[in-house]
């Protein structure tokens, strides 16, 4: 298709779920695509099978020394920074179990959360446009940024307050660069995607597996419109959206992939026609 031929893409937490299926929609779209994550041998291994187009850089997107060192090293390699696609984010239970209501949430709990989620993207945007305005030639100035937010921006999240915190923050700030770069008369372009109930590995700690993984999804979408969740490529195929010149004229937009479910009222196949 190459919508994205001669991009600079880079994509973090790419290293599995969602931010993987980015890595490899923006390359079967032409783009030459930086992978980073914290996970450096399944980076390093989802890169080496994507071919030439694709490379790996670990990168702990709390770090901001880290940032500056990564962006200039594509700058150096590549010529530019296109696109940044903010994907890394945590729901702060990866290790089990730990108390995120407003209650009993702990402040550590409490930053780690925030400072994967939202510390990540601020660091991310703001390196970003200083990179993409000193690209090289016409694309000087010129760039695409995507951060990943959540449902969970939108809404509460009783029993994941951080979390929903955190991704509300993302949409917030997604509008500010998104001013800030046009008041700055840079062509870079940020909005948010905010995907509900994808089916990636951070779902297994909940689902489980074996008998009965079936039911329990199926409760789990319950009240989605569209009786189902989502698939990784459906969220990648938005970001490819975003990246590309289909979208040159969207900015500080958010794109929600909820199958429904924040359209109103939870309506049910075969329910009233009426």
């Known amino acids: 298709m190459n919508r994205l031929d001669g ?32 996970q450096d041998a399944a980076g390093q291994s989802l890169a080496s099978t994507l071919g030439a187009s694709a490379s790996y850089v670990s990168l702990d997107v709390r770090d901001a020394t880290r940032w500056e060192h990564v962006l200039r090293e594509v700058q150096q390699r590549f010529g530019s920074l296109d696109v940044l696609v903010n994907n ?23 930053h780690d959360v925030l400072a994967t989620n939202l510390d990540g993207v601020f660091l ?8 993409m305005r000193t690209n090289a ?6 760039g695409s940024i995507i951060n990943m937010s959540s449902r969970s ?3 509460g999240i009783p029993l994941a307050a951080a979390y929903a915190a955190s991704k ?3 949409r917030n700030h997604t509008k500010s660069v998104a001013l800030y770069c046009a008041q700055q008369g840079l062509r870079i372009r940020c909005n948010s995607v905010h995907p509900a109930a994808i089916m990636t590995p951070m779902w297994d700690a909940m689902l489980g597996d074996g008998p009965g993984r079936a039911e329990r999804e199926a409760a789990f979408v319950r009240d989605t419109p569209l009786q189902r969740f989502g698939t990784p490529d459906e969220v990648a195929h938005a970001v490819v959206y975003l990246a590309s010149d289909e979208s040159r004229y969207t900015t500080g937009a958010e794109l929600v992939l909820d199958g429904g479910l924040l359209a109103g009222s939870a ?5 009233d026609k009426e």
């Open 124 to 131: 991310g945007c703001q390196h970003a446009i200083r990179t």
């Open 7 to 38: 991009r600079v893409v880079l994509v973090t937490g790419a290293a599995q779920g969602i931010g993987a299926a980015i890595a490899r929609a923006c390359v079967a779209e032409g783009a030459t695509v930086v992978l980073t994550d914290i």
């Open 153 to 155: 921006g939108l809404v």
């Open 168 to 170: 509300a923050a993302v």
């Open 267 to 271: 309506a049910s196949p075969g329910g």
């Open 88 to 110: 890394a984010g945590i729901t702060g239970f990866e290790a089990g179990y730990v108390a995120h209501d407003p209650e009993h949430a702990t402040l550590t709990a409490w």
């Open 137 to 142: 030639g016409a694309a000087a100035g010129v």
